[in-house]
C-alpha cells in the first residue's frame, strides 16, 4: 500500500554502502523505521533529506506486518535555516529529538504529540528567547500526551520522591503556562538560577520514572555544557 503523510526525522543509520535506515516520528503512524535506497548515492538527495529534525514529506510503501518501510518519495515540508546555523539552537532541537525517539513506541500514532514537536522546533528556528522554556514545555507536552501528565501536587510517584515543583520563585507561575497548553510566542517569564533548576529537575525526574534511557540523553548533556560556557 503506497501512503502519503509528513513525519521528523528522528535518528538513521547506514545500512549499505548507498542506502540507510531512518527512524522518523510519522503524523498518522507514530514512530516509524524505513529503508532508503540509494541515499549515498551522488546525484541523490536523499541524505540530506533524513537528517535528523528534518520535517518531510514522505512517499512509502507501507506493510503493517513489516519491520522496515521503503521510501518512494521525500521532500521538505519545512526547513530550519537558522536552527542549522547556531550551535544551541541545534542541541535544544537534538534534545527534543532524541527525548522523543527514546519514549515512542513503534507504529503508535501521537498527532498531538507530533504537532507539539513541530511547533516546538518552529519556536526555536524563530525565536532566540528563553529557548530552555520552550524545550521544557515540549518535555512536560510529551509526559501529557503519552498518558503521564505531571500532578504538581504529587510529593512521591511509584514510590520515588517528586521534588518541589513550585520550589523556584516564578516555577508555578510557568508550570501553570505549560498546563494551558498551546506556546504563546513572544511570552517571556522572569527565570531565576533557582527557577531553572527545579523545573528541569521536575520535568527530569517525571520523565526517567516513566521511561528507560532518557536520564542519560547525549545531546542533553551536550546541551549542559554549552550553557554552561
Partial sequence: ????????????????????????????????????HGAHRKKSPMSAYFQPANCLNLVFYFKESRELQTISKASFNHSWSNISKDLKKISYAMAMIELTDKCLTDNDSHNNLY??????????????????????H?????????GFKPDLNQSELDF????????GPNSKEIFNYFDLGEIEKNKIFKITGKDRKVISTYLNTCLGIHFEGVKNLKSLKILREILSN
Fill in 1 to 36: 500500500m503506497i501512503k502519503n503523510s509528513v513525519g521528523i526525522v528522528l535518528k538513521r543509520f547506514p545500512y549499505s554502502e548507498t542506502s540507510l535506515i531512518a527512524r522518523c516520528f510519522v503524523k498518522d503512524l507514530g514512530k516509524v523505521s524505513f529503508l532508503v
Fill in 138 to 146: 515540549y518535555q512536560y507536552s510529551l509526559l501529557a500526551f503519552l
Fill in 160 to 167: 520515588v520522591p517528586l521534588p518541589n515543583p513550585f520550589e
Fill in 115 to 136: 504537532n507539539a514537536l513541530l511547533s516546538s522546533l518552529k519556536e526555536v528556528e524563530n525565536s532566540n528567547n528563553q529557548l530552555n522554556l520552550t524545550y521544557w
